[in-house]
């Protein structure tokens, strides 16, 4: 009975954490500020110059690409997107052959079935690994029945890229706003990481890009669903999140050195 009653009376006085600390609360007049300052302002120097940034990249495209494939098959298109003109590259691509297709398939299946059962291979990346032969089958058992119904090609790909690519730059600067305004950090820093991360992402997906036509050009079509949703724009925030976790760790240590910044719970 004494303990039941000790166990009550030590909930109502239990504290924030465990080290009776927290980061003190953003003002909201911080948080507009940072705001503007972040995300606004980076967010208006890449809607200004994201075509340009697109005609760098397919520059730098044709011309590495035009090592290996005839010059004359690469041509460079413009679309518009978010009332601006992108530019993306269009030449030959590949469809798999039958056997191709068919080995492939089963190479995805056995693989499915085994990769589960080894017991080596963490939780995390076996799930990884399935959805990447899951693709890849699903993309070979589709050559294989419907290969006169394959609705894209290598203009729509770019197409596709270069625009989500875009859409990523416009994101990140929202995304890392939100995430680093609470940190002690000065905005400063804040704007050289998010300066940081931008650069990656651009430098990034241009040399992914080049790489994904080469092989899409090389090789087939194939594997164009695995490069668009496993390894394509949409999974750059992985990188994000991994550049933002690097940092918090410095801060953090910074932080538990640092006993003024916090605000202490009792």
Same mark, same amino acid.
């Given at each position: 009975?004494?303990?039941?009653?000790?166990?009550?009376?030590?909930?109502?006085?239990?504290?924030?954490?465990?080290?009776?600390?927290?980061?003190?609360?953003?003002?909201?007049?911080?948080?507009?500020?940072?705001?503007?300052?972040?995300?606004?302002?980076?967010?208006?120097?890449?809607?200004?110059?994201?075509?340009?940034?697109?005609?760098?990249?397919?520059?730098?495209?044709?011309?590495?690409?035009?090592?290996?494939?005839?010059?004359?098959?690469?041509?460079?298109?413009?679309?518009?997107?978010?009332?601006?003109?992108?530019?993306?590259?269009?030449?030959?691509?590949?469809?798999?052959?039958?056997?191709?297709?068919?080995?492939?398939?089963?190479?995805?299946?056995?693989?499915?079935?085994?990769?589960?059962?080894?017991?080596?291979?963490?939780?995390?990346?076996?799930?990884?690994?399935?959805?990447?032969?899951?693709?890849?089958?699903? @993309?070979? /058992? $589709?050559?294989?029945?419907?290969?006169?119904? %394959?609705? !894209?090609?290598?203009?729509? +790909? =770019?197409? #596709?890229?270069?625009?989500?690519?875009?859409?990523?730059?416009?994101?990140?600067?929202?995304?890392?706003?939100?995430?680093?305004?609470?940190?002690?950090?000065?905005?400063?820093?804040?704007?050289?990481?998010?300066?940081?991360?931008?650069?990656? @992402?651009? /430098? $990034?997906?241009?040399?992914?890009?080049?790489? %994904?036509? !080469?092989?899409?050009?090389? +090789? =087939?079509? #194939?594997?164009?669903?695995?490069?668009?949703?496993?390894?394509?724009?949409?999974?750059?925030?992985?990188?994000?999140?991994?550049?933002?976790?690097?940092?918090?760790?410095?801060?953090?240590?910074?932080?538990?050195?640092?006993?003024?910044?916090?605000?202490?719970? $009792?």
């Amino acid at each position: 009975m004494f303990s039941e009653c000790s166990v009550m009376q030590g909930k109502n006085i239990i504290y924030y954490h465990r080290a009776y600390r927290k980061l003190p609360s953003v003002s909201k007049y911080y948080f507009i500020f940072s705001f503007f300052l972040l995300t606004a302002l980076f967010d208006f120097i890449i809607f200004l110059s994201y075509p340009k940034i697109t005609k760098i990249i397919t520059d730098i495209a044709k011309y590495v690409l035009s090592l290996s494939i005839s010059g004359d098959t690469i041509e460079i298109i413009t679309k518009t997107f978010l009332f601006k003109n992108v530019y993306m590259l269009d030449l030959p691509g590949k469809y798999p052959s039958f056997l191709f297709s068919l080995i492939l398939a089963e190479i995805s299946l056995v693989t499915m079935l085994v990769v589960p059962r080894i017991k080596r291979i963490t939780k995390p990346t076996t799930i990884w690994i399935f959805i990447i032969f899951f693709i890849n089958l699903v @993309s070979s /058992l $589709f050559f294989i029945f419907f290969p006169d119904h %394959f609705p !894209y090609d290598m203009l729509i +790909f =770019s197409e #596709l890229y270069i625009k989500t690519e875009v859409s990523m730059w416009l994101l990140i600067p929202l995304v890392m706003t939100i995430a680093l305004i609470s940190l002690p950090s000065s905005n400063i820093t804040k704007f050289i990481l998010i300066t940081f991360t931008l650069s990656y @992402s651009i /430098l $990034f997906g241009c040399i992914r890009y080049i790489i %994904f036509l !080469y092989l899409l050009q090389k +090789f =087939s079509y #194939l594997f164009m669903s695995i490069m668009f949703f496993i390894f394509g724009p949409l999974v750059d925030f992985f990188y994000v999140i991994g550049i933002y976790s690097f940092y918090v760790n410095i801060v953090g240590k910074q932080a538990k050195k640092d006993w003024e910044i916090w605000k202490w719970s $009792f």
